[in-house]
């Protein structure tokens, strides 16, 4: 009987990150306009980016999941750019450690 292999592709990096802090989400909304936050339907807040193209979940607890990304280096690279754009931004945020951990939803075409 032939061989087949599965053909996998990565469509969607989803990172867990922390900023090992609590953050004031109502700050974040006062002070960039194009965030999501409703909560009394969800905890978290939605911070959408252009470039990558992802959208980040930070929840008051400091913790932040970002979807969207194409790799593990996007993912990485959203969150950084989350944490710094929250810092100009006057989000008061110690430091520049955060931790990530990767979990990976594949999709794609597979032969069987």
């Not at 409703?38 to 400091?62: E, M, W």
Request: a positive charge; charged letters at 30%.
């Amino acid at each position: 009987m032939p061989q087949t292999k599965a053909i996998v592709s990565i469509e969607n990096v989803v990172a867990s990150a922390s900023i090992n802090q609590r953050v004031d989400l109502n700050l974040i909304t006062k002070n960039f306009v194009d965030v999501e936050y409703h909560p009394d339907r969800f905890p978290g807040l939605v911070f959408r980016q252009k470039s990558p193209k992802t959208a980040t979940l930070i929840f008051s607890s400091g913790k932040m999941v970002c979807t969207g990304a194409k790799s593990e280096e996007q993912s990485r690279k959203a969150v950084q750019e989350v944490v710094r754009r929250l810092k100009e931004g006057g989000i008061p945020i110690k430091g520049e450690a955060w931790e990530a951990r990767l979990h990976r939803s594949e999709e794609g075409g597979r032969s069987l």
